[in-house]
């Protein structure tokens, strides 16, 4: 019987070590320099104190005045860590998605090609994330349906929002998943208002909950799926295969 698409018990944990081993490490290495930054910018406050105490005059002088300028250091300094916290968390969660799709797209493009034309190696890796879901699902694997895909899901619109700012898909994380624009608002009277790019925010608990939505993807997917068990044919499908099928021909007439 012709498989369709296959998933063994070798090939997944091929696929989950790498992983497991970048998360396990962008926690280790990196995500750990910001678990204490409050204590940070309390010890930058009083360092800041104890500078201006050199140089304070009693007779001129309100002691007020040093209080607050400290308790401004430690806030600014606090402020620029979790920037950077929020900045590195974002840059950690786009590698990991980039990671889980360039592994997907090798993995369908591979188990496709034993059953379709040669233009779905070029089509798989031009397509976008929701387009490869449908494939699977046409196969007879539920994914849209699951827990896990909302979290998957969500990580996809919000690396395109960190890369390319403005646009549908800020729009429609914004709209589904507001909860990664915590600071945001929205203004009385005005129901489409929308957060500015730059609020966008990954917390190092929503990183590890799209981590293990990840790797429950991958545990959802069958050992084997065949022909018998093929659903309805997404609607784009043979218009985009015709497509790089021209393209293909094209391409092979211009060699000598």
């Known amino acids: 019987m012709m498989h369709t698409f296959w998933l063994d018990k070798l090939d997944q944990r091929v696929i989950l070590e790498p992983h497991d081993f970048y998360v396990s490490q962008a926690k280790k290495r990196l995500l750990s320099q910001f ?29 007020a005045d040093s209080y607050e300028a400290a308790y401004q250091e430690g806030i600014s300094h606090y402020i620029a860590l979790d920037e950077m916290r929020n900045t590195v968390t974002l840059a950690m969660t786009a590698g990991m998605f980039h990671q889980f799709d360039k592994t997907l797209r090798e993995k369908m493009a591979r188990e496709f090609s034993h059953w379709q034309p040669a233009a779905i190696d070029p089509l ?34 919000l690396v395109n929002v960190y890369k390319h700012g403005k646009g549908r898909s800020h729009t429609e994380l914004a709209g589904k998943y507001p909860q990664y624009y915590p600071s945001f608002t929205p203004r ?15 917390s190092e608990a929503q990183f590890t909950d799209i981590a293990d939505a990840i790797i429950e993807f991958w545990l959802n997917i069958p050992e084997n799926r065949s022909k018998d068990d093929l659903r309805d044919q997404p609607e784009w499908f043979d218009k985009e295969m015709k497509r790089f099928d021209r393209y293909l021909n094209k391409n092979a007439a211009k060699k000598p």
Do not use: M
């Open 124 to 157: 798989i890796w031009n397509i976008d994330f929701p387009e490869l879901v449908e494939l699977l699902e046409w196969t007879g694997i539920d994914i849209k349906s699951k827990p896990f895909y909302e979290k998957i899901e969500a990580c996809q619109l």
């Open 188 to 202: 009385a009277g005005r129901r489409n208002s929308l957060p500015r790019p730059e609020q966008l925010k990954v």
């Open 35 to 63: 678990n204490d930054i409050s204590r940070e910018a309390d010890e930058v406050e009083q360092q800041h104190y104890e500078k201006l105490g050199q140089f304070f005059d009693p007779d001129r002088d309100d002691p």
